[in-house]
């Protein structure tokens, strides 16, 4: 069956840093656009980043734009999320997304790690 497991969440301060990693198994990674995305207590779901399987492509919200990077290992099925100079609004449980559309758009989505920047 297909799996997204998130890991790599947890407490840290205002500037500190973080790597979110997601073990994926059950499909053909590196067919698949892979995506975080977070959502914080009474806000909606928003897309973080996400990176294309051809070519690499990558994508930024602009609220994150020079402080994260998203990247993928196809070898190991397994997408990271680099988050740098974080910041108490970005506080949130980050999940992790698999997309792929063949006659239609397919997605398959983790449970979530907690992120929490705080002193």
């Known amino acids: 069956q297909v799996q997204l497991v998130e890991s790599g969440g947890g407490l840290v301060q205002p500037g500190e840093s973080l790597r979110l990693s997601c073990a994926a198994s059950g499909f053909t990674f590196s067919s698949y656009v892979m995506g975080w995305y977070r959502q914080a207590p009474g806000k909606e779901r928003e897309r973080v980043a996400f990176?294309?399987?051809?070519?690499?492509?990558?994508n930024y919200a602009d609220s994150v734009k020079g402080r994260f990077t998203i990247s993928r290992d196809n070898a190991k099925n397994q997408v990271f999320l680099q988050m740098n100079s974080l910041k108490p609004e970005d506080t949130a449980v980050y999940y992790c997304n698999a997309r792929i559309y063949i006659s239609r758009w397919d997605e398959y989505w983790g449970q979530g790690t907690q992120v929490t920047v705080s002193f």
């Open positions: 990176i294309t399987s051809v070519g690499g492509s990558t």
